[in-house]
């Protein structure tokens, strides 16, 4: 990981964060606004640390826009003031990869980061048998990160296919929200267990009739339940 957009419209703070930074050994680009940065952001950056309050377009309508449309799966680290549990859900709920409350350290920022940059290197040395998981009309595949039903694509959020794909490789078997938290969002701070909530719910609209496969047993958590019909 080593060239970050970092995205805010307080110019001080973007300076402030591209000179420490690249202090660091990063390549740093700067916009000061969600529609700014959506023209300079290439494949070639690696990260996005992305303020929520923005003039013009938010940082969450950003992150929903690379999310959902433009089909972009860059880490996302938002800055922001707001800390409210409806925020943390808002921001992870659209695709983010962690969430930083103004004001922060650089400490912080590079603690964040660099633990991103670990859950990446560990997904991409990773081995198994076979990348693709089949059950019924359902296929994943977990090298080219793609879902399908009958042939047709299904386009989820890095979260919500990490949790498909942990439930259908082991389905039948249930697993409590703490257990979702420490699989898919691993070491990352302030993931409140209503968040898996949240994504599942997305999740299983997203997959229509597949989705109802996934249930919840109270006491027991979550589990996909192929259907045998």
Known sequence: MKK???????????????????NEGYEV???????????????????????????????YQMANKLRTELKNTIPIIFLTAKNTEND??????????????????????????????RRASKKTTSTHQSSVVQIGNLVIDDETKTVKIQ???????????LILYMLVQTAGR?????????????D???????????????????LGTVGNQIINRAGFGYSFEPDNN
């Open 4 to 22: 970050i957009l970092v995205v805010d419209d307080e110019i001080d703070l973007c300076e402030i964060l591209r000179f420490n930074l690249e």
């Open 88 to 117: 943390l859900i808002t921001g992870f709920s659209i695709g983010g990869d962690d969430y930083i409350t103004k004001p922060f350290s650089l400490k912080e920022v590079l603690v964040r980061m660099k633990a991103i940059a």
């Open 188 to 206: 990352e701070s302030f993931v409140l267990e209503r968040t898996v909530d949240v994504h599942i719910a997305r999740l299983r609209k997203k």
């Open 151 to 161: 042939g047709e694509t299904i386009f989820l959020t890095k979260k919500e296919f």
């Open 29 to 59: 680009d700067t916009a000061h606004s969600a529609e700014e940065a959506l023209q300079i952001l290439s494949d070639q950056h690696d990260l996005i640390l992305l303020d929520v309050m923005l003039e013009g377009m938010s940082g």
């Open 174 to 186: 249930f697993h409590t929200r703490e257990q979702i938290l420490n699989n898919v969002w691993n």
